[in-house]
């Protein structure tokens, strides 16, 4: 079965810091890859995707996340904080072995310091 | 454009009540989901759907019924809702890619129903 793990339900930085979210997946074969953003009282909106195309994927509001099978991750960053990018984030992952349904992790609430 | 639809936003429930939350997709998705979240829980999946016809259950389907009797439409209902069932759900679905396409199915998602069972 696939799963997901999101370490640290809480992330805090400062604004203009380094943002590192972190994704560990379980999965026999090469899963489908995405991370979610959810801004409060709104429902979840698509980041970006692993598309196997390249292991950096880039996705929307400057962040990025680098698949990296060896380590079964894919860390979500960002190099500097916004104010605006506080929100929870999930990880999630789908594909063959999961019959294609969207699994996710828990989700990390990152909260941005001024 | 309208994508994943859900109705209604909030709802206020008594104990034992029953009632029907509403999804509707016009991107002709062969996948829909249902799942709910609590605070620090993340999503759980309660049923899903892989066409017309076809649904299955997902990590927490206890108290929930589904039916899919068109591709556009899924959805959940509550019967005999209890305090437990006071959660946040979203409907969401997404494509299966065919052999070769690029596209890697991810989900859409609805902007949430919040329930609440008193």
């Known amino acids: 079965a696939q799963s997901v793990t999101q370490l640290g339900s809480h992330v805090s930085v400062s604004e203009g810091a380094l943002v590192l979210l972190r994704c560990n997946y379980s999965?026999?074969?090469?899963?489908?890859l995405f991370w979610y953003v959810q801004y409060p009282n709104q429902g979840l909106q698509l980041l970006l995707k692993?598309?196997?195309?390249?292991?950096l994927v880039k996705g929307i509001n400057g962040f990025e996340a680098e698949f990296k099978k060896s380590e079964t991750s894919f860390h979500l960053t960002k190099p500097s904080a916004h104010m605006s990018d506080a929100a929870e984030y999930f990880c999630?992952?789908?594909?063959?072995?999961?019959?294609?349904?969207?699994?996710f992790g828990a989700g990390t609430r990152l909260f941005v310091k001024a | 454009n309208a994508g994943v639809t859900q109705t209604p936003k909030f709802r206020i429930l008594k104990i034992g009540q029953s009632m029907t939350l509403q999804c509707a997709q016009d991107?002709?998705?062969?996948?829909m989901y249902w799942y709910r979240q609590d605070p620090g829980m993340g999503l759980k999946l309660i049923y899903y759907?892989?066409?017309?016809?076809?649904?299955d259950k997902g990590e927490v389907p206890n108290g929930y019924n589904v039916s899919r009797s068109t591709t556009e439409d899924f959805p959940l209902r509550l019967e005999l809702a209890a305090p437990s069932q006071t959660s946040v759900y979203f409907c969401?679905?997404?494509?299966?890619?065919?052999?070769?396409?690029?596209?890697?199915?991810?989900?859409?998602f609805g902007q949430g129903t919040r329930l609440t069972v008193v």
């Open positions: 999630a992952v789908s594909g063959n072995t999961g019959g294609f349904k969207t699994i």
């Open positions: 692993y598309t196997s195309a390249a292991t």
């Open positions: 991107m002709n998705h062969n996948y």
């Open positions: 999965s026999s074969v090469p899963p489908y």
């Open positions: 759907s892989v066409g017309a016809g076809i649904t």
């Open positions: 969401a679905s997404s494509l299966r890619p065919a052999p070769g396409q690029t596209s890697r199915g991810e989900a859409f």
